[in-house]
C-alpha cells in the first residue's frame, strides 16, 4: 500500500562563537543564530506484513537568519592586518531523497537516506544516513 505524507518543519539553532589566537593570528566570530523552515513531502510504499517501507522525500528549505561575522588580526610587531569576512546565510535550496525504513522488531526500527540538496549557495553532493530507532 502507498502513502504520501506531507512534512512542515520550523528549527530554531544557535551556534557559540568562541575567539582564539595562534602566534601573530588571532580570530574573533561572532555567534550565529538561524531560523530553517522545511516544506515537502514523503512517498512511498510500505512494505508486506508491516516490516518497513521505501520511500522518496522532496523538500524546500529556507534560512530566514544565520547572518555571520568573523574578523581575523595578524600582527608582526610593527604592522597589524585585518580581515572582515561576513556571510549573508538566508538563502533557499531544495532537498531530494530515497529511503528505507525496516522492522526487526516490535520496537526496533532501522533506516537509511540516500540524499542530495542543491540550491541557492548549497551545493550538496549525495550523501548516505543511517540509523536505528527504539521506542518504548
Same mark, same amino acid.
Not at 595562534?22 to 515537502?40: E, F, K, M, P
Not at 538566508?90 to 540538496?117: H, L, P
Given at each position: 500500500?502507498?502513502?504520501?505524507?506531507?512534512?512542515v518543519?520550523?528549527?530554531?539553532?544557535?551556534?557559540?562563537?568562541?575567539?582564539?589566537?595562534?602566534?601573530?593570528?588571532?580570530?574573533?566570530?561572532?555567534?550565529?543564530?538561524?531560523?530553517?523552515?522545511?516544506?515537502?513531502?514523503r512517498?512511498?510504499?510500505n512494505?508486506?506484513?508491516?516490516?518497513? &517501507?521505501? @520511500?522518496?522525500?522532496?523538500?524546500?528549505?529556507?534560512?530566514?537568519? +544565520? #547572518? *555571520? %561575522?568573523?574578523?581575523?588580526?595578524? $600582527?608582526?610587531?610593527?604592522?597589524?592586518?585585518?580581515?572582515?569576512?561576513?556571510?549573508?546565510?538566508?538563502?533557499?535550496?531544495?532537498?531530494?531523497?530515497?529511503?528505507?525504513?525496516?522492522?526487526?522488531?516490535? &520496537?526496533? @526500527?532501522?533506516?537509511?537516506?540516500?540524499?542530495?540538496?542543491?540550491? +541557492? #549557495? *548549497? %551545493?550538496?553532493?549525495?550523501?548516505? $544516513?543511517?540509523?536505528?530507532?527504539?521506542?518504548?
Open positions: 500500500m502507498g502513502f504520501i505524507e506531507p512534512q518543519q520550523v528549527a530554531f539553532g544557535h551556534m557559540n562563537s568562541d575567539d582564539f589566537s595562534v602566534d601573530n593570528y588571532s580570530v574573533d566570530t561572532d555567534s550565529v543564530n538561524t531560523i530553517l523552515g522545511r516544506a515537502g513531502f512517498a512511498g510504499l512494505y508486506p506484513d508491516g516490516w518497513g &517501507s521505501v @520511500y522518496l522525500t522532496a523538500s524546500a528549505v529556507h534560512d530566514f537568519a +544565520g #547572518d *555571520v %561575522d568573523s574578523h581575523m588580526f595578524f $600582527s608582526d610587531g610593527s604592522d597589524e592586518d585585518e580581515l572582515q569576512i561576513s556571510d549573508d546565510l538566508e538563502d533557499t535550496w531544495y532537498e531530494f531523497g530515497i529511503g528505507t525504513t525496516v522492522k526487526f522488531a516490535d &520496537s526496533f @526500527y532501522m533506516y537509511g537516506n540516500f540524499k542530495t540538496a542543491d540550491g +541557492g #549557495d *548549497v %551545493d550538496m553532493p549525495w550523501y548516505v $544516513s543511517v540509523g536505528a530507532r527504539y521506542t518504548f
